[in-house]
């Protein structure tokens, strides 16, 4: 191997040169290719390259190509030629009473699952917060539906909620509580729905909001058992101000996905009944695949993008705000 | 007993009692799925439900012997693993560029990638594959599908590469290591209980995914959450058939992530705590 390091007069190691490892590797007749100098040189550009490229073909280039495609009247099949249109197809959306509807059930389903998600997930992360045997097993219970394959237990879900012979209506049986139609009533079909987002979703806040719980010093709240603080203010004044952090997080991280949601919905109602779920996600599935209004479909999903990039934009705002505190 | 033990012992009974309803909760619709899977043609519409029968596999052999399941889950294996495997090697550079340079842009981009939604990439990406006379192909899932491993194999293993000491490779270069092989022979395997975590979950979200996969392939590639989609849709939905289905589609995640669970939320959070 290489020299050791020899000590220098001032008692601190001398470490040796690059340039002597090089000569040293050199002397032992493995000369250096001139390439690997250079590319030595521009790792900083080099290693993130070829993950720009591909964010480029597969991400970059086709959004250039829908809003090309959104400018027209495109039809799917390659042989019939399009029209261009201009703005054609978004001034079509925005007076579309279709599209401001798809835009209120996206936020009314948006609303009702992350808010069942964050208020069951935060008190499923206090129970598990409590230390008890089989604790491990419930964490990896709480695992499970955020990885199950999401169509598949969509599918399960959807004979769960069954009118006739499901689940949920055997169950409500017990409480005496009258049968409901579940995603197949139009008044209930987004809270059914949202039902089945937080079953996948509110372990995840659960899981965040608990590590919060961790970090919590137990001092604090000792402390402040002993001045003789109830359950119900130890929650407000303590337990609260000092999780909030992972709270606007997790709710910020899950936000976003929820207002993409497609696989459950698109099982379950692909939003129906009376179009009653049909969010704008799966309003520009079906504009696209179903009626085959490329151009106007393209329209409606740079639309939705924009939509998400600005929710994004605020979300961050108010997380940076919260940072900060 | 006092009257404050009695307290103590009720709060402790009213704990465990909720922890077993969430608990029930998150796994009702697995208990569903496996009992469906496992019963008896003639049970499956009764009502009240039967939980107490003989258990067959029935369903399980007519799924493999109606369709073709197995080529089902060899084109989601291949794709999977396939996206999981390219977007790795691209992901890993970027990862580790990220870990020692600090690129803040980079990982602004990713974060953006991650928001985009896919549906909107829907268009596009059929009117290309079209044109290039590639419906119904492996390369345009497997590409698609890189848009969500390249953003999981960078986000989840920064935190591995910054936690590799930088003197680990100054004391390579010094031995006369270029910088590409300190990145292969140090950082790189010091980080491979990082990516393989890593590299299961990417894989599991795109064993999972459905919606590029409904409209990107066609019966020669069908991928197995479209061909379990494909039971609902049939005249007669075949209850027993669609849970043993959902179950063979299952259980492969379920075991990976159960040995992959402490990264998983990691992986999801990503980028998020900073």
New interface residues.
């Given amino acids: 191997m290489n020299q050791p390091p020899e000590e220098s007069g001032s008692g601190r190691i001398r470490y040796p040169e690059r340039a002597e490892g090089l000569a040293y590797q050199a002397a032992r007749g493995r000369p250096r290719a001139a390439w690997t100098a250079l590319v030595d040189r521009h790792i900083r550009l080099l290693f993130p390259l070829p993950s720009l490229l591909a964010f480029l073909l597969v991400l970059g280039f086709p959004i250039g190509f829908m809003l090309y495609v959104s400018l027209h009247d495109w039809p799917i099949s390659p042989r019939i030629p399009s029209i261009f249109l201009g703005v054609g197809n978004y001034a079509a959306l925005l007076t579309n009473p279709r599209f401001w509807d798809s835009l209120w059930i996206t936020f009314y389903f948006t609303a009702l699952a992350v808010g069942g998600e964050l208020v069951f997930g935060f008190a499923v992360a206090l129970l598990i917060h409590r230390e008890f045997r089989g604790r491990g097993l419930v964490r990896v219970a709480l695992i499970m539906p955020m990885a199950a394959t999401p169509v598949a237990m969509s599918l399960i879900w959807n004979m769960m909620m069954e009118p006739s012979l499901g689940m949920l209506n055997y169950l409500l049986s017990f409480v005496r509580a009258p049968r409901l139609l579940w995603a197949a009533d139009p008044r209930w079909a987004v809270p059914s729905l949202a039902l089945i987002d937080i079953w996948f979703w509110t372990p995840f806040i659960a899981l965040i909001i608990s590590a919060g719980l961790q970090t919590i010093p137990e001092e604090i709240v000792e402390s402040a058992r002993l001045d003789g603080a109830t359950a119900l203010s130890l929650f407000r004044h303590i337990t609260l101000p000092l999780v909030r952090a992972h709270v606007v997080m997790a709710v910020i991280l899950r936000t976003i996905p929820a207002l993409k949601t497609f696989d459950h919905i698109f099982v379950i109602t692909g939003g129906g009944p009376l179009r009653a779920s049909e969010t704008l996600n799966l309003y520009t599935f079906l504009e696209g695949f179903e009626f085959f209004h490329m151009g106007y479909s393209s329209a409606l999903a740079l639309t939705l993008t924009l939509i998400i990039l600005v929710v994004s934009a605020l979300l961050a705002r108010l997380r940076a705000r919260e940072w900060s505190y | 007993m006092t009257p404050a033990q009695l307290r103590r012992w009720i709060g402790v009974v009213l704990?465990?009692l909720?922890?077993l309803l969430?608990?029930g909760?998150?796994?009702?619709?697995?208990f569903?799925?496996i009992t469906?899977a496992l019963k008896p043609e003639v049970y499956i519409?009764a009502?009240?439900?039967v939980f107490i029968f003989q258990p067959t596999f029935h369903h399980f052999a007519e799924v493999f012997r109606r369709y073709p399941f197995v080529s089902y889950m060899l084109n989601s294996a291949v794709i999977s693993g396939s996206a999981t495997a390219l977007g790795f090697?691209?992901?890993i550079?970027?990862a580790?560029?990220?870990a020692r340079?600090a690129?803040r842009r980079?990982v602004t981009?990713?974060l953006?990638?991650r928001?985009?939604?896919?549906?909107?990439?829907?268009?596009?990406?059929?009117?290309?594959a079209?044109?290039a006379n590639m419906v119904d192909t492996y390369p345009p899932m497997i590409?698609?599908h890189?848009?969500f491993t390249?953003p999981y194999a960078?986000m989840i293993l920064i935190g591995f590469f910054e936690d590799i000491p930088m003197a680990l490779e100054e004391a390579a270069?010094?031995?006369?290591c270029?910088?590409?092989e300190a990145f292969l022979k140090i950082a790189l395997p010091l980080t491979l209980p990082g990516i393989v975590a890593a590299a299961v979950i990417a894989f599991?979200y795109s064993?999972?995914n459905?919606?590029f996969a409904l409209?990107l392939t066609g019966a020669k590639t069908k991928t197995?959450?479209?061909a379990?989609?494909g039971?609902?849709t049939a005249d007669q939905v075949d209850?027993g058939g669609?849970?043993a289905?959902?179950?063979l589609?299952?259980a492969p995640?379920?075991v990976?992530?159960?040995f992959a669970?402490r990264y998983?939320?990691r992986g999801?959070?990503a980028g998020?705590?900073k």
């Fill in positions: 704990h465990r909720a922890v969430v608990t909760f998150f796994l009702l619709p697995f569903i799925m469906n519409n009502y009240p439900p090697v691209i992901g550079p970027a580790y560029a990220i340079y690129l980079l981009l990713i953006v990638v928001m985009i939604p896919y549906v909107s990439l829907l268009i596009p990406w059929y009117l290309m079209q044109k590409l698609t890189l848009l390249i960078a270069w010094i031995d006369g270029s910088r590409v599991t064993w999972n459905f919606l409209v197995l959450p479209v379990v989609y039971f609902l209850w669609l849970s289905a959902a179950a589609i299952t995640v379920l990976f992530v159960f669970q998983l939320i999801l959070v998020a705590i």
